[in-house]
């Protein structure tokens, strides 16, 4: 049986699901494709199978070309990947695979017999010290890290980032993320990437914003941020190369070459994707100057709970204490406790984020708690709690006189007559002052009367914008009683129609009217496949009486209903009608 035919049959057995997910793996162009026979034949093209065969490793490729033994991790591969028919029984891929790869050494590419043989490039291996020096430095990468991916969380919770229709991230939102990181825009889109990886950030609904996970991932030890972003890594990495840097011991110069081994097929996709993936562990501390951590290579060849005790005794221990200035900063003296940063982020600004942080105090932000919830004792004490310096008294002062002036402003919803929400003050200068205030023009306002101005955006954004402009602002219902409003995450925006879905429904919708074996139109596909590969087929063919005989023939056309082949047995010529062909097989 022609491997097009055999691979037809494969695609059709196959749920959509997985069938989905095999397409998708192998990265089939979509269009021109009719039917299962089209899939095949275009999943068995030279370039699709070069393709495919980048991201095998050299073992598996060496059992493909028949120059190693066949083992179960190359069976499944070849499954996983279509190239084969996922039996051991025989050739464990295709013939047309088996061409690809004898074709290699015309494209500077190593033959059946250097797959198996050529010695793995060898390097120098670390000593105890030098891995130390590793561990140290991976250990400074991740700290750095966890913070820079926490900072990036909490300002997407402040403010998602637009996704462009091309893909991307748009420029200004970019480069805030950027400058509130304090790095620069590759290094920005590595950390948005990491977080993606680990399903704290959302791409799916046309903004970055930061996922439910984001709020539960904050809440982590260091240690427990670090775990979560290095396994999600590790997993989007092929199962061999895991396995490479889970064992690899030497300097990090040997790392490239030992990858260049390991995939010889991998050409310039491949190296670009490499360069990219050991920036990114480099940044998270899976590997320093390429060489794996010692946390890193027991996660990889462990699992999570593997590596705790290794990345726990390497980062710095948190702490819940801080030090409160007269110039209304707070210094932290280490990296905090999830739970004191947290809070203190709701009433003061991150400045600096490093082993030691800072914050600062302003009343703008101190508006923001009191509109979380928060009162100036609520705020007194907690600082009291975690203050090793006392509460100076400027910063005494400013939590009083804030608290005093918080709700000067108040923010409410309209029924739409005069617009879609309000504010109101008693404090008329205050109000003009809003009124006129040009960094507020996008909110349209206009006054209804001397103490109440009305705009027509929604009462939730005329309250942040107020409040991010530092206005003392507060929310209430409409029997005027305070209210804490919540950004609201952005509306789910349905992502463009996978290509993919609708490929198998096309495939499925061809092939509704020719079930397997007894359906003509899919048995006139499995003998012009067989007629262009000049293969035999075993043919069933239901005699008049009823009874089923078999032929073994070589087709050699299909028309008019009618099958005319080659019966090798007898010498002779034979035509069948294809409504009396049962079903047909490998001959």
């Known amino acids: 049986m022609t491997s097009t035919l055999t691979l037809a049959a494969r695609l059709r057995s196959l749920s959509d699901s997985d069938l989905i997910a095999a397409l998708r793996r192998r990265k089939l162009a979509t269009t021109g494709i009719r039917d299962f026979f089209d899939a095949a034949d275009a999943l068995l093209s030279p370039s699709a199978i070069q393709s495919a065969l980048a991201a095998v490793d050299r073992p598996t490729l060496a059992a493909f070309a028949g120059s190693a033994p066949v083992t179960r ?212 501390g899976v590997t320093a100057r390429h060489t794996p951590s010692t946390p890193a290579r027991l996660l990889l060849a462990g699992g999570p709970d593997a590596s705790v005790e290794a990345i726990s005794a390497l980062l710095p221990p948190s702490v819940s204490n801080v030090y409160l200035q007269h110039d209304l900063s707070i210094v932290a003296p280490g990296p905090l406790t999830p739970e004191i940063d947290a809070r203190l982020r709701t009433l003061a600004d991150a400045q600096s984020r490093a082993v030691a942080s800072t914050y600062r105090v302003t009343s703008s932000s101190l508006n923001r708690a009191l509109a979380g919830g928060e009162s100036a004792d609520s705020l007194t004490g907690f600082l009291e709690s975690v203050s090793l310096t006392g509460i100076p008294q400027p910063l005494a002062y400013l ?50 009367g001397p103490h109440r101005l009305v705009s027509r955006r929604d009462p939730a954004q005329l309250f942040w914008t107020l409040s991010e402009a530092r206005y003392p602002v507060a929310a209430e219902d409409d029997v005027g009683r305070l209210i804490n409003l919540r950004r609201n995450r952005p509306l789910p925006v349905p992502d463009a129609p996978d290509p993919y879905i609708g490929l198998v429904h096309r495939l499925r919708a061809a092939d509704a009217d020719a079930p397997q074996d007894t359906g003509q139109a899919w048995l006139v596909r499995q003998l012009e496949s067989a007629i262009r590969a000049r293969s035999t087929l075993t043919v069933r063919v239901t005699m008049p009486n009823g009874s089923v005989t078999t032929f073994v023939l070589e087709p050699t056309s299909v028309a008019g209903g009618r099958l005319r082949a080659r019966d090798n047995s007898s010498g002779v010529e034979r035509t069948l009608p294809l409504a009396s062909i049962h079903s047909v097989g490998e001959g």
């Open 399 to 448: 939590i009083d006189e804030t608290a005093r002036r918080f709700g000067a402003l108040r923010v409410g919803s309209l029924d739409g007559t005069e617009g879609f929400s309000y504010v109101r003050s008693d404090d008329t200068e205050l109000l003009h002052t809003v009124l006129v205030d040009q960094s507020l023009a996008v909110l349209g306002l206009r006054a209804t």
């Open 73 to 284: 991790v190359a069976v499944e591969c070849a499954d996983r990947l279509l190239l084969g028919d996922g039996s051991a029984d025989g050739p464990v891929v295709f013939e047309e695979v088996r061409a690809r790869l004898a074709a290699w050494p015309g494209q500077g590419l190593p033959d059946a017999a250097a797959l198996a043989d050529e010695p793995k490039p060898t390097g120098t291996t670390l000593t105890d010290d030098e891995q130390a020096t590793v561990d140290a430095l991976a250990a400074e990468h991740a700290f750095l890290t966890g913070t820079s991916v926490a900072e990036l969380l909490h300002q997407l919770k402040l403010e998602p980032a637009r996704r462009l229709s091309r893909g991307g991230i748009s420029q200004p939102d970019l480069r805030r993320l950027a400058d509130a990181l304090a790095v620069d825009t590759d290094v920005t889109l590595a950390f948005i990437s990491m977080a993606v990886r680990a399903s704290l950030v959302s791409e799916g609904t046309g903004q970055l914003h930061a996922t439910d996970a984001a709020d539960d991932w904050l809440g982590l030890e260091a240690s427990g941020r670090w775990i979560r972003l290095a396994t999600a890594f590790a997993d989007s990495l092929p199962e061999s190369f895991r396995t490479l840097l889970a064992g690899f011991r030497d300097h990090g110069d040997h790392l490239r070459p030992l990858i260049g081994w390991l995939f010889p097929a991998g050409g310039s996709q491949l190296a670009e994707a490499v360069e990219l993936g050991l920036r990114e562990s480099e940044l998270l």
